[in-house]
C-alpha cells in the first residue's frame, strides 16, 4: 500500500525559507514521478514542482519558478521541496503526489494516482 507523508508544513514570515519532505513507501517508485501540488482556500489545486525518480529530471510551476527547489533522496525514499522567498500567496496546503511517468500532462493533478494528506504552509506579514 503505497502512503506518502508529508512533513515540514507550518507558519513563516514573508521571506523565509522552508522545506517541506514528503517520506514514501509501499512499493518502489522507479518509473515513477513524484509531484508537489498546493491548494489555497477557494482556490484550485495548483502545479509547484515534480521530479521523475530514476532520471531526477525536474518541472517547476509558473508561479514558483525560481523560488523552489524539488530534489529527492533515493536511499531515504523521500522528495524534497525547498522554497525560498516565501510570499503570503504562497499560503496554502501542499500535497505530494506521484504517478507512473510520462512526459504528458505533469502539471495536471487529475493524472496523480497517491496523494498525502497534504501540510499547511502560511506565511504571515
Known amino acids: 500500500q503505497v502512503q506518502l507523508a508529508e512533513s515540514g508544513g507550518g507558519l513563516v514570515q514573508v521571506g523565509d525559507s522552508l522545506r517541506l519532505s514528503c517520506a514514501a513507501s509501499?512499493?518502489?517508485?522507479?518509473?515513477?514521478?513524484m509531484g508537489w501540488f498546493r491548494q489555497a482556500p477557494g482556490k484550485e489545486r495548483e502545479f509547484v514542482a515534480a521530479i521523475t525518480w530514476i532520471g531526477g529530471n525536474l518541472y517547476y510551476g509558473d508561479s514558483v519558478k525560481g523560488r523552489v527547489t524539488i530534489s529527492r533522496d533515493k536511499a531515504k525514499k523521500t522528495v524534497y521541496l525547498e522554497m525560498n522567498s516565501l510570499k503570503n500567496e504562497d499560503t496554502a496546503v501542499y500535497y505530494c503526489?506521484?504517478?507512473?511517468?510520462?512526459?504528458?500532462?505533469?502539471?495536471?493533478?487529475?493524472?496523480?494516482?497517491?496523494w498525502g494528506k497534504g501540510t499547511q504552509v502560511t506565511v504571515s506579514s
Open positions: 509501499g512499493r518502489t517508485f522507479s518509473g515513477y514521478v
Open positions: 503526489a506521484a504517478r507512473l511517468f510520462d512526459n504528458y500532462d505533469l502539471n495536471n493533478s487529475e493524472t496523480y494516482i497517491y
